[in-house]
């Protein structure tokens, strides 16, 4: 069966910072492509002008990638505006007008969630959500409890097969190859379990603080900010089984076996800490035991996993931005020449960001007399970005109706409830000094002999 594509894509939030960072450059890449042949209009609360959006979004390329003439004149020809508060009817009546011939638009929110209620209802009131598909952001929600109460407003008026929840992880090229390697390359399916695998660490390490927006990390933190979404997701991928079909469901079926086989974060194993001068951010209360830091420990009951430890660390201020999975494999069970201990023995290493690197890590012989060994690595891919930015890939999938990079909402379900003990009433977190690996502490949750790998900057492979 083909799904038909959207016809009109209508954005609210539109004068908000993401859509100044993110989606406009999208847009224009999309125009660039020929995928976004269909009106694009943007919703606001600011009483804007079509004239004024069109403005914005120039000033957005101008500082995010570049205006391509062709391209943009095309998009900006085709760009409106509508102004209006998410609560009142002449909002939804005034996009309707909008609207006008558009039989399936695709509305993506890119507001708050608290918004999403209001403003799918309005939809509906108006004729406006008749065959349309709605896309909304992250943070789906705070918790378990709020994630359902939110797929329950979204249910009263979308089918779940017209509601794409975005996590711009899932749109990476990096995630999108360690997704294709682990598939399509069968040395792999023999190790891929708890007889080789060692441990599985994740870090995502950034060394910008929260660059103005603390009212907003106030409402989140680490964990709810990257650990419930991105991090559980690429775990996810990594320790998934492979899908029995070729369709988004087969994938999403096995995504969230392995999302209910995630045991419930235990407080003993998680770490949070706070930047200093974190509280002196604006927008930031001076008791905010807000975490800007966590290092946890995450185990996977199949029998696939039994026994491995998942772990993940998270940041900011933090020595380097960088993202990145080491799958450490177990020591060779005798020492023939010198020893090798968890932290030196073979790994796969996936660089997510900011570049794609897919390197395995192996020992050679040093040379000289003694037979002792140095660390190497294989690259198996290098390159300094992906060529096309997450959002560009998502919102394409979302017009073409394609899901497979979307979260279900029983999956978005199963992650909140891993991470539920670990929000609400909790201690304080542990200062750290910006630029640092995080408070001391962090070390309590991996195992000594692992110990935490520090990504490093990366270095082009030799020709
Ligand atoms: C966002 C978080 O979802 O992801 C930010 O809200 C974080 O706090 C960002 O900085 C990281 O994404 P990327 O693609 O820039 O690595």
Redesign the pocket.
């Known amino acids: 069966m083909t799904i038909p594509s959207s016809d009109a894509f209508v954005f609210f939030g539109a004068t908000g910072d993401l859509a100044y960072k993110k989606i406009f450059p999208a847009l224009q890449a999309m125009t660039k492509r020929g995928e976004l042949e269909m009106p694009v209009i943007g919703v606001g609360r600011s009483e804007w002008s079509g004239g004024k959006l069109r403005a914005r979004a120039r000033d957005s390329l101008e500082h995010n990638g570049g205006v391509d003439k062709e391209a943009f004149e095309k998009l900006s020809a085709r760009m409106e505006y509508v102004s209006g508060d998410y609560g009142d009817p002449a909002t939804y009546e005034g996009l309707k007008t909008m609207l006008g011939g558009a039989k399936r638009p695709l509305h993506y929110l890119a507001i708050p969630p608290s918004l999403f209620g209001p403003v799918v209802r309005g939809l509906a009131k108006a004729g406006c959500a008749k065959d349309a598909r709605v896309v909304v952001e992250?943070p789906f929600g705070r918790d378990l409890a709020s994630a359902q109460a939110l797929n329950r407003e979204l249910h009263e008026v979308f089918d779940e097969a017209a509601i794409f929840r975005i996590d711009?992880?899932l749109g990476?090229e990096a995630v999108q190859n360690l997704q294709y390697f682990r598939f399509a390359n069968s040395f792999l399916d023999p190790i891929w379990n708890r007889h080789y695998v060692d441990n599985i660490q994740i870090t995502m390490a950034?060394k910008f603080g929260v660059q103005g927006r603390g009212a907003f990390y106030e409402e989140v933190g680490a964990i709810r900010?990257?650990v419930q979404?991105?991090l559980l997701q690429v775990i996810a991928l990594l320790a998934m089984d492979p899908p029995t079909g070729h369709d988004a469901e087969s994938m999403r079926a096995e995504k969230l076996r392995l999302f209910r086989a995630m045991r419930p974060l235990d407080p003993k194993e998680v770490v949070r800490g706070q930047f200093r001068g974190y509280l002196d951010e604006e927008g930031v209360p001076k008791d905010s035991k807000v975490e800007t830091f966590a290092a946890l420990r995450l185990h996977i009951d199949t029998w696939r996993w039994a026994g491995v430890p998942f772990y993940i660390r998270t940041g900011k201020n933090l020595p380097i931005t960088a993202?990145e999975v080491r799958v450490g494999l177990k020591c060779p069970p005798l020492a023939t020449f010198d020893d090798i201990s968890p932290a030196t023995a073979n790994y796969f290493r996936f660089r997510l960001?900011p570049e794609v690197v897919i390197s395995t890590g192996a020992r050679v012989k040093s040379p000289g007399e003694e037979m002792r060994g140095q660390p190497v690595e294989l690259v198996a891919r290098h390159q300094t970005r992906g060529d096309q930015e997450?959002y560009e890939r998502l919102l394409h999938d979302a017009i073409e109706g394609d899901a497979s990079l979307f979260t279900r909402d029983d999956t978005v379900e199963a992650a909140w409830r891993v991470v539920d003990p670990m929000l609400g009433d909790v201690p304080p977190p542990e200062p750290y000094e910006p630029g640092s690996w995080g408070p001391e502490a962090a070390h309590r949750v991996i195992s000594g002999k692992q110990g935490w790998h520090d990504p490093k900057p990366e270095e082009a492979p030799p020709c």
Do not use: A, M, R
Request: hydrophobic share 10%; net charge neutral.
């Open positions: 992250k711009h992880y990476k950034e900010d990257v979404n991105h993202t960001s997450p």
